[in-house]
């Protein structure tokens, strides 16, 4: 008891790198006078929760809100964005360098990276499946765009390694990494139900020894926070916002070794996901922030301006198969 006390306490001062896990109140809507008694009071509902209650910053500051709105903004669908750009199953056959800043999203395969992309670009444009070694090819998407065929950022579903995967893949997702001069970060995602593996930590080492810029994403974080969904519905304890940071606080010492490296380690925050749990409908567990850190990577962090465009109805979402 002792200790979740002392734990509770450090973990919620703003000196932390942890973000405090509770809402700004400033910009909540006032309660009513007399609202109803809360059904249950050890819990939070997620909407009442920062949106980078679960992720941990240790080298750069959390995103503000207003930047995480402007995130948002730039990623809601509309008439031009999100689209499809290329697919490819080989290096050689990847579209020339088109100057667009590029991002590529890794992992084993079943991590959530189809999921995860679908909710970052607000449409069902990926093919996502229980099985794993779903994703079969480089898939390429364009995001920002304000006319056809136009984007600002080039999003890249890639297929997954380990379990489930097919080995040849891994060396053209290699050779893309390696020699793609437009690639600005590798997002690797982490499976949060299941943890770190072996096959994960090799990857890292790999993107150390070639300079490839990277960041890693717990995915599931939803599989962390409560053992059934439903139970999300009602909110979550300290407790299980605890043990999320206690999982991000064992994974920092493996993304940033200490001592020796072959070369630059991954960025100094590590955020979370969930496709899963939403803190409003369409605003998904951990989204935010990864959009946030898509911009910042692309050097969007600010300087461009987002025209709003008419949003799509989401009934005009279609979900497309693979070859
Ligand atoms: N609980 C939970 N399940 C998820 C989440 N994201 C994805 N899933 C499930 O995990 C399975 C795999 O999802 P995908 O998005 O296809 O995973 P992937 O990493 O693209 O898989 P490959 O393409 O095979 O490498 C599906 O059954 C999803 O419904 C999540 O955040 N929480
Ligand atoms: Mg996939």
């Not at 903004?73 to 964005?81: C, E, G, P, V």
């Not at 962390?224 to 909110?235: E, N």
């Not at 630059?264 to 996901?273: D, M, R, V």
Request: proline letters at 8%; a positive charge; charged letters at 25%.
């Amino acid at each position: 008891m002792k200790n979740r006390l002392f734990s509770l306490t450090t973990l919620s001062q703003r000196k932390s790198p942890f973000p405090s896990f509770h809402r700004n109140l400033s910009t909540t809507v006032t309660p009513p006078s007399n609202p109803p008694p809360n059904p249950h009071p050890n819990k939070t509902l997620l909407q009442d929760l920062s949106p980078t209650a679960f992720n941990y910053y240790w080298e750069r500051p959390e995103p503000t809100e207003e930047q995480l709105a402007y995130a948002n903004k730039f990623f809601a669908r509309s008439r031009h964005s999100p689209f499809r750009v290329w697919s490819a199953a080989k290096f050689r056959t990847t579209p020339v360098d088109t100057g667009t800043p590029e991002v590529a999203f890794l992992g084993r395969s079943n991590t959530g990276k189809s999921s995860l992309l679908n909710c970052i670009m607000d449409d069902k444009i990926c093919y996502a499946s229980s099985k794993p070694g779903r994703t079969v090819t480089m898939n390429a998407f364009g995001v920002g765009g304000t006319k056809g065929g136009e984007s600002k950022v080039i999003l890249l579903d890639m297929p997954g390694y380990g379990k489930g995967s097919r080995t040849e893949w891994g060396q053209e997702i290699m050779k893309y990494l390696k020699k793609r001069k437009q690639l600005r970060r590798a997002f690797i995602m982490i499976d949060g139900e299941h943890g770190i593996k072996h096959s994960d930590k090799e990857i890292l080492e790999l993107f150390r020894r070639y300079a490839i810029p990277h960041q890693v994403i717990v995915s599931k974080v939803d599989k962390i926070l409560a053992k059934r969904k439903s139970q999300l519905l009602t909110g979550v304890t300290d407790e299980n916002i605890l043990a999320v940071h206690k999982t991000l606080e064992k994974l920092k010492p493996i993304v940033q070794p200490t001592g020796r490296t072959e070369g630059p380690p991954a960025l100094g925050e590590l955020l979370t996901s969930s496709s899963l749990a939403y803190r409003s409908p369409r605003d998904y567990v951990g989204v935010a922030a990864i959009r946030w850190a898509i911009l910042s990577a692309a050097g969007y962090d600010g300087a461009v301006e987002v025209k709003a465009e008419q949003p799509v109805s989401p009934d005009s979402t279609t979900s497309e198969e693979e070859p």
